[in-house]
T-cell receptor, first 108, second 114 residues
Framework: AQRVTQPEKLLSVFKGAPVELKCNYSYSGSPELFWYVQYSRQRLQLLLRHISRESIKGFTADLNKGETSFHLKKPFAQEEDSAMYYCAFKTGANNLFFGTGTRLTVIP | DTGVSQNPRHKITKRGQNVTFRCDPISEHNRLYWYRQTLGQGPEFLTYFQNEAQLEKSRLLSDRFSAERPKGSFSTLEIQRTEQGDSAMYLC????????????FGSGTRLTVV
Protein backbone atom coordinates (compact mmCIF):
# COMPACT_ATOMS: atom_id res chain seq x y z
CA ALA A 1 0.00 0.00 0.00
CA GLN A 2 1.12 3.52 -0.71
CA ARG A 3 1.67 5.42 2.48
CA VAL A 4 3.63 8.29 3.96
CA THR A 5 4.28 8.23 7.69
CA GLN A 6 5.22 11.25 9.74
CA PRO A 7 5.43 9.86 13.27
CA GLU A 8 5.52 13.19 15.09
CA LYS A 9 2.42 15.36 15.03
CA LEU A 10 4.12 18.01 17.15
CA LEU A 11 7.77 18.91 17.50
CA SER A 12 9.22 21.72 19.58
CA VAL A 13 12.84 22.81 19.53
CA PHE A 14 14.71 25.80 20.87
CA LYS A 15 16.03 28.45 18.53
CA GLY A 16 19.49 27.51 17.35
CA ALA A 17 19.02 23.80 18.05
CA PRO A 18 19.10 21.20 15.29
CA VAL A 19 15.80 19.96 13.97
CA GLU A 20 14.85 16.75 12.21
CA LEU A 21 11.37 15.99 10.93
CA LYS A 22 10.93 12.33 10.16
CA CYS A 23 9.28 10.87 7.10
CA ASN A 24 9.02 7.27 6.00
CA TYR A 25 7.27 6.10 2.88
CA SER A 26 5.86 2.87 1.57
CA TYR A 27 5.75 2.45 -2.18
CA SER A 28 6.73 -0.40 -4.44
CA GLY A 29 8.18 1.77 -7.19
CA SER A 30 10.62 4.66 -7.23
CA PRO A 31 8.77 7.71 -5.98
CA GLU A 32 9.67 11.35 -6.13
CA LEU A 33 9.80 12.78 -2.64
CA PHE A 34 8.90 16.29 -1.56
CA TRP A 35 8.59 18.39 1.54
CA TYR A 36 5.81 20.96 1.61
CA VAL A 37 5.44 23.67 4.23
CA GLN A 38 2.48 25.71 5.38
CA TYR A 39 3.21 28.83 7.39
CA SER A 40 0.49 30.39 9.50
CA ARG A 41 -2.29 31.83 7.32
CA GLN A 42 -0.46 30.94 4.11
CA ARG A 43 -1.04 28.36 1.43
CA LEU A 44 0.75 25.06 1.15
CA GLN A 45 4.00 25.53 -0.74
CA LEU A 46 6.86 23.41 -1.94
CA LEU A 47 9.93 23.49 0.29
CA LEU A 48 12.21 21.06 -1.46
CA ARG A 49 12.34 17.92 -3.60
CA HIS A 50 14.75 15.04 -3.44
CA ILE A 51 15.75 15.06 -7.10
CA SER A 52 17.21 18.54 -6.89
CA ARG A 53 19.32 17.79 -3.82
CA GLU A 54 19.13 21.45 -2.88
CA SER A 55 19.08 23.29 0.40
CA ILE A 56 16.19 25.67 0.91
CA LYS A 57 16.11 28.03 3.90
CA GLY A 58 18.84 25.91 5.41
CA PHE A 59 16.79 22.71 5.18
CA THR A 60 18.05 19.56 3.51
CA ALA A 61 16.54 16.13 3.01
CA ASP A 62 18.26 12.98 1.82
CA LEU A 63 16.42 10.07 0.31
CA ASN A 64 17.44 6.80 1.95
CA LYS A 65 16.01 4.04 -0.20
CA GLY A 66 17.21 1.32 2.14
CA GLU A 67 15.30 2.79 5.07
CA THR A 68 12.59 4.27 2.82
CA SER A 69 13.04 7.57 4.60
CA PHE A 70 13.23 11.20 3.60
CA HIS A 71 13.88 13.07 6.82
CA LEU A 72 14.03 16.86 6.79
CA LYS A 73 16.91 18.45 8.66
CA LYS A 74 18.21 21.84 9.61
CA PRO A 75 21.26 22.39 11.79
CA PHE A 76 20.09 25.58 13.49
CA ALA A 77 16.36 26.23 13.85
CA GLN A 78 14.99 29.76 13.48
CA GLU A 79 11.74 31.17 14.83
CA GLU A 80 10.47 31.71 11.30
CA ASP A 81 10.71 27.96 10.71
CA SER A 82 7.65 27.42 12.88
CA ALA A 83 5.08 25.92 10.54
CA MET A 84 3.30 22.77 9.46
CA TYR A 85 5.49 20.45 7.41
CA TYR A 86 4.17 17.73 5.12
CA CYS A 87 6.17 14.98 3.50
CA ALA A 88 4.76 13.79 0.18
CA PHE A 89 5.62 11.51 -2.67
CA LYS A 90 4.51 11.46 -6.25
CA THR A 91 3.81 8.22 -8.06
CA GLY A 92 4.03 7.53 -11.75
CA ALA A 93 0.39 8.55 -11.96
CA ASN A 94 1.47 12.04 -11.04
CA ASN A 95 -0.58 12.24 -7.85
CA LEU A 96 0.84 13.49 -4.59
CA PHE A 97 0.39 11.40 -1.46
CA PHE A 98 0.81 13.37 1.72
CA GLY A 99 1.64 12.43 5.25
CA THR A 100 -0.38 13.74 8.18
CA GLY A 101 2.10 16.50 8.84
CA THR A 102 4.32 17.67 11.70
CA ARG A 103 3.78 20.99 13.40
CA LEU A 104 7.15 22.48 14.22
CA THR A 105 7.40 25.11 16.92
CA VAL A 106 10.69 26.90 17.43
CA ILE A 107 10.91 28.31 20.92
CA PRO A 108 12.72 31.65 21.22
CA ASP B 1 -0.91 35.89 -12.77
CA THR B 2 -1.37 35.74 -9.04
CA GLY B 3 -1.13 31.98 -8.71
CA VAL B 4 -3.91 29.50 -8.11
CA SER B 5 -7.15 31.18 -7.07
CA GLN B 6 -10.03 29.49 -5.28
CA ASN B 7 -13.49 30.80 -4.57
CA PRO B 8 -15.19 31.12 -2.23
CA ARG B 9 -12.74 31.09 0.67
CA HIS B 10 -15.41 29.90 3.07
CA LYS B 11 -18.75 28.23 2.59
CA ILE B 12 -21.29 27.31 5.24
CA THR B 13 -24.19 25.22 4.05
CA LYS B 14 -27.00 23.18 5.50
CA ARG B 15 -26.91 19.44 5.22
CA GLY B 16 -28.56 18.29 2.04
CA GLN B 17 -27.76 21.40 0.03
CA ASN B 18 -25.55 21.46 -3.05
CA VAL B 19 -22.36 23.50 -3.17
CA THR B 20 -19.97 24.40 -5.95
CA PHE B 21 -16.39 25.60 -5.68
CA ARG B 22 -14.26 27.18 -8.35
CA CYS B 23 -10.54 26.98 -9.03
CA ASP B 24 -8.56 29.15 -11.45
CA PRO B 25 -5.12 27.62 -12.04
CA ILE B 26 -1.94 29.27 -13.21
CA SER B 27 -2.67 30.05 -16.83
CA GLU B 28 0.08 28.01 -18.45
CA HIS B 29 -0.50 24.95 -16.26
CA ASN B 30 -2.34 22.21 -18.07
CA ARG B 31 -2.83 19.96 -15.05
CA LEU B 32 -5.29 20.73 -12.28
CA TYR B 33 -5.84 18.77 -9.09
CA TRP B 34 -8.42 18.72 -6.32
CA TYR B 35 -7.52 17.64 -2.80
CA ARG B 36 -9.46 17.48 0.42
CA GLN B 37 -7.97 18.12 3.83
CA THR B 38 -9.71 17.33 7.09
CA LEU B 39 -8.55 18.39 10.53
CA GLY B 40 -5.34 16.73 11.58
CA GLN B 41 -4.77 15.10 8.23
CA GLY B 42 -2.68 15.84 5.21
CA PRO B 43 -4.29 16.65 1.88
CA GLU B 44 -5.95 13.67 0.20
CA PHE B 45 -6.15 13.37 -3.56
CA LEU B 46 -9.63 13.57 -5.10
CA THR B 47 -9.18 13.98 -8.84
CA TYR B 48 -7.08 15.57 -11.56
CA PHE B 49 -7.43 16.96 -15.04
CA GLN B 50 -5.05 17.24 -17.92
CA ASN B 51 -6.48 20.07 -19.96
CA GLU B 52 -10.21 19.34 -20.05
CA ALA B 53 -9.91 15.57 -19.56
CA GLN B 54 -10.51 14.13 -16.10
CA LEU B 55 -7.86 11.42 -15.97
CA GLU B 56 -8.15 10.00 -12.50
CA LYS B 57 -10.62 9.95 -9.64
CA SER B 58 -10.00 8.76 -6.11
CA ARG B 59 -12.27 6.33 -4.32
CA LEU B 60 -12.90 9.25 -1.97
CA LEU B 61 -14.86 10.91 -4.74
CA SER B 62 -18.33 9.51 -4.18
CA ASP B 63 -21.20 9.81 -6.62
CA ARG B 64 -22.24 13.03 -4.90
CA PHE B 65 -19.04 14.70 -6.08
CA SER B 66 -18.47 15.89 -9.61
CA ALA B 67 -15.67 17.95 -11.08
CA GLU B 68 -15.41 19.65 -14.43
CA ARG B 69 -12.88 21.62 -16.37
CA PRO B 70 -14.86 22.46 -19.48
CA LYS B 71 -12.36 24.54 -21.43
CA GLY B 72 -9.18 23.31 -19.89
CA SER B 73 -8.85 26.47 -17.81
CA PHE B 74 -10.85 26.90 -14.58
CA SER B 75 -12.43 23.97 -12.80
CA THR B 76 -15.48 23.49 -10.61
CA LEU B 77 -16.08 20.94 -7.89
CA GLU B 78 -19.69 20.30 -6.98
CA ILE B 79 -20.93 18.38 -3.98
CA GLN B 80 -24.56 17.34 -4.06
CA ARG B 81 -26.67 16.59 -0.99
CA THR B 82 -23.91 17.63 1.38
CA GLU B 83 -23.29 15.66 4.55
CA GLN B 84 -21.55 16.73 7.73
CA GLY B 85 -18.64 14.47 6.82
CA ASP B 86 -18.00 16.65 3.79
CA SER B 87 -16.82 19.45 6.05
CA ALA B 88 -13.19 20.01 5.11
CA MET B 89 -10.77 22.27 3.32
CA TYR B 90 -10.90 21.71 -0.42
CA LEU B 91 -7.60 22.50 -2.09
CA CYS B 92 -6.89 23.03 -5.74
CA UNK B 93 -3.42 22.81 -7.28
CA UNK B 94 -2.01 23.10 -10.75
CA UNK B 95 1.17 22.03 -12.48
CA UNK B 96 2.85 21.72 -15.83
CA UNK B 97 2.78 18.29 -17.37
CA UNK B 98 5.99 16.36 -16.87
CA UNK B 99 7.33 18.89 -14.39
CA UNK B 100 8.69 16.96 -11.46
CA UNK B 101 8.71 19.92 -9.11
CA UNK B 102 5.42 19.48 -7.39
CA UNK B 103 2.37 21.59 -7.54
CA UNK B 104 1.26 25.15 -6.87
CA PHE B 105 -1.60 25.17 -4.40
CA GLY B 106 -4.43 27.59 -3.91
CA SER B 107 -5.54 28.87 -0.52
CA GLY B 108 -8.46 26.46 -0.43
CA THR B 109 -12.18 26.63 0.20
CA ARG B 110 -13.26 25.75 3.71
CA LEU B 111 -16.62 24.00 3.69
CA THR B 112 -18.69 23.68 6.84
CA VAL B 113 -21.84 21.60 6.67
CA VAL B 114 -24.25 22.28 9.51
Amino acid sequence: AQRVTQPEKLLSVFKGAPVELKCNYSYSGSPELFWYVQYSRQRLQLLLRHISRESIKGFTADLNKGETSFHLKKPFAQEEDSAMYYCAFKTGANNLFFGTGTRLTVIP
Amino acid sequence: DTGVSQNPRHKITKRGQNVTFRCDPISEHNRLYWYRQTLGQGPEFLTYFQNEAQLEKSRLLSDRFSAERPKGSFSTLEIQRTEQGDSAMYLCASSLEDRADGYTFGSGTRLTVV
